[in-house]
Antibody, heavy 120, light 110 residues
Framework: EVQLVESGGGLVQPGGSLRLSCAASGFTFSTYSMNWVRQAPGKGLEWVSYISTTSSAIYYADSVKGRFTISRDNAKNSLYLQMNSLRAEDTAVYYC?????????????WGQGTLVTVSS | QSVLTQPPSVSAAPGQKVTISCSGSSSNIGSNYVSWYQQLPGTAPKLLIYENNKRPSGIPDRFSGSKSGTSATLGITGLQTGDEADYYCGTWDSSLSAGVFGGGTKLTVL
């Protein structure tokens, strides 16, 4: 069974940093591209970032470019999102999602999400 | 303001059919595949349709997708109360080099 489990969320002050993790199991992690998608409270979905299988291709939403860094460790079956210079508008549930982008978008498995709250 | 435009809400009676539209532009829907996601209250999104009209294993054929030009449509027939959820369209925007979603449509089964 495919499982994606996010962790690392919490309360952080504006300007602070946080590192999210996503532990993958039930599939060969190294053969799938991964994404982070977020959802602010009561709002819609917002794609955040994509990383290819070998980390050779990485994309970011303009809203996080220069502040967030996506990475992965295929040996540990894990996906990460380093979030720096956090702002109130970054408050959201962050989901990791398996899937490709480029000719469309196809996220076939999602984690349960981890809540990030940016507030003083 | 979302790159893709969806109606905020739709409603229909049990057993009826409903369609949800998703409008974009030549750089997103017009040149890339569209996916649809269902988000039940308090849960993570779930892939319903990919590559415009394909259903993942386990998704009933009551759900269908289509695309024409820069617009896409999700259709749901034989509505059930369990279909009440938020529905999102998504694709890739080749100009932005970014994933994009619609603002979401809340389906109410009256």
């Amino acid at each position: 069974e495919v499982q994606l489990v996010e962790s690392g969320g919490g309360l952080v002050q504006p300007g602070g940093s946080l590192r999210l993790s996503c532990a993958a199991s039930g599939f060969t992690f190294s053969t799938y591209s991964m994404n982070w998608v977020r959802q602010a409270p009561g709002k819609g979905l917002e794609w955040v970032s994509y990383i290819s299988t070998t980390s050779s291709a990485i994309y970011y939403a303009d809203s996080v470019k220069g502040r967030f860094t996506i990475s992965r460790d295929n040996a540990k079956n894990s996906l990460y999102l380093q979030m720096n210079s956090l702002r109130a508008e970054d408050t959201a549930v962050y989901y990791c999602a398996r899937g490709e982008v480029g000719s469309g978008q196809q996220f076939d498995y999602w984690g349960q999400g981890t809540l990030v709250t940016v507030s003083s | 303001q979302s790159v893709l435009t969806q109606p905020p809400s739709v409603s229909a009676a049990p057993g009826q059919k409903v369609t949800i539209s998703c409008s974009g532009s030549s750089s997103n829907i017009g040149s890339n595949y569209v996916s649809w996601y269902q988000q039940l209250p308090g849960t993570a999104p779930k892939l319903l349709i990919y590559e415009n009209n394909k259903r993942p294993s386990g998704i009933p054929d009551r759900f269908s997708g289509s695309k024409s030009g820069t617009s896409a449509t999700l259709g749901i027939t034989g509505l059930q109360t369990g279909d009440e959820a938020d529905y999102y369209c998504g694709t890739w925007d080749s100009s932005l080099s970014a994933g994009v979603f619609g603002g979401g449509t809340k389906l109410t089964v009256l």
